[in-house]
């Protein structure tokens, strides 16, 4: 009796390996392309991520399902973020560089909603809110450990603070408004005096 080792037969070694190679730096580049226009075509995707049409749709059959991907991989490096970010930094900047990755994803997801109204934007938005929320309060909880963070506030309404992350228009000033802002809500967030 022998076991099958190694590649199947006529399958190339390295294969797997540049095609997960491949599908990353086509929701790199998608990343990219939608955060500058919810308008990128496939096309233009493909030509930024340095691959041939074929490669595209082999592993993206949709434009739908290469913007859900693009979704689904920016919540999970969003979720990923939180606790290694508790775990390096002081917690009020742990907090702050998570809504800067927030920020940026914000921008990504502006020019999603763009690009795709109807039941996927739904599916964009309801996809991934339970482990968002999981993350802020993670991030909550550890300065409200330390004291940096007000005790009556939750992940949920710390979403509705920074809401604005969506609608603020993507122009030369986007940067410097998103940083102006999110020192506000950090302002916010800081434990009232006691009198």
Known sequence: MTASHGPAQGERPGR???AALNRQRILAAAREALALSG????QSIAKRAGIGQGTMYRHFATRESLILAVHRK?????VEAAPKLVASRPA???????FDRLASYGRVKHGLA?????VMRETLADEGYASIVDAITLLLNAGKR???????IDAEEMLLLVGFLWRIEYDEQWEARTSHLLDLVMDSLRPKATE
């Open 16 to 18: 797997r390996a540049d």
């Open 92 to 98: 009020p900047i742990a907090l702050r560089e998570w």
């Open 39 to 42: 308008d990128a075509s496939m």
């Open 74 to 78: 920016d919540v999970q490096e969003l």
């Open 114 to 118: 763009g690009a795709l109204y109807s």
């Open 146 to 152: 330390v004291g940096t963070v007000r005790q009556d």
